[in-house]
Antibody, heavy 112, light 107 residues
Framework: QVQLVQSGAEVKKPGSSVKVSCKASGGTFSNYAISWVRQAPGQGLEWMGGIIPIFGSANYAQKFQGRVTITADESTNTAYMDLSSLTSEDTAVYYC?????WGQGTPVTVSS | DIQMTQSPSSLSASVGDRVTITCQASQDIGKYLNWYQQKPGKAPKLLIYDASNLEPGVPSRFSGSGSRTDFTFTISSLQPEDVATYYCEQYDNPLHSFGQGTKLEIK
């Protein structure tokens, strides 16, 4: 059974970047859309962008255009989300998701 | 981006009650709508896809309806384990967006 396994918690300085990985364990995700969703403490879900690995190109929510890059490596069944110019407002749990299957979440804390 | 307006933001009901949550899209999204349940500290769980299809393994007391811009999510008989926050998500490709969420509590 496929699982989405994300990389571990991160603590970053303001102005830096973070890269979170999401590996499909036990299967492949090439034909499926993978979304990245974040949730700030006590807040709702926010869709950041997504990619269909077999097609390669990503789509981004307007709010994150120019600051987020989503990629996928079909050879390793791994998707990546790279977020730059971090501020304290980016402190959140970041999830990768395939609609019916979600990763465990990666907490990212941005603090000086 | 398409905006999703979900209401109410919170809801308190008794065990056995019928509970209804609505989502309105800012433009026609056909039936490209999911409903999720999220419990504290957990990832969201898909309950309904394509507006009205029940995800396998999800209890039949959960249902969804609607199309184009207006959607409804219903719990026919509220159970204690249904305490959670519920979200709608539109996926009128290629961009998605979520409603603000509805926090459901037991009276």
């Amino acid at each position: 059974q496929v699982q989405l396994v994300q990389s571990g918690a991160e603590v970053k300085k303001p102005g830096s970047s973070v890269k979170v990985s999401c590996k499909a364990s036990g299967g492949t995700f090439s034909n499926y859309a993978i979304s990245w969703v974040r949730q700030a403490p006590g807040q709702g879900l926010e869709w950041m962008g997504g990619i269909i690995p077999i097609f390669g190109s990503a789509n981004y929510a307007q709010k994150f255009q120019g600051r987020v890059t989503i990629t996928a490596d079909e050879s390793t069944n791994t998707a990546y989300m790279d977020l730059s110019s971090l501020t304290s407002e980016d402190t959140a749990v970041y999830y990768c998701a395939k609609t019916d299957l979600w990763g465990q979440g990666t907490p990212v804390t941005v603090s000086s | 981006d398409i905006q999703m307006t979900q209401s109410p933001s919170s809801l308190s009901a008794s065990v056995g009650d019928r509970v209804t949550i609505t989502c309105q899209a800012s433009q026609d999204i056909g039936k490209y709508l999911n409903w999720y349940q999220q419990k504290p500290g957990k990832a969201p769980k898909l309950l309904i896809y394509d507006a009205s299809n029940l995800e396998p393994g999800v209890p039949s007391r959960f249902s969804g309806s609607g199309s184009r811009t207006d959607f409804t999510f219903t719990i026919s008989s509220l159970q204690p384990e249904d305490v959670a926050t519920y979200y709608c998500e539109q996926y009128d490709n290629p961009l998605h967006s979520f409603g603000q969420g509805t926090k459901l509590e037991i009276k």
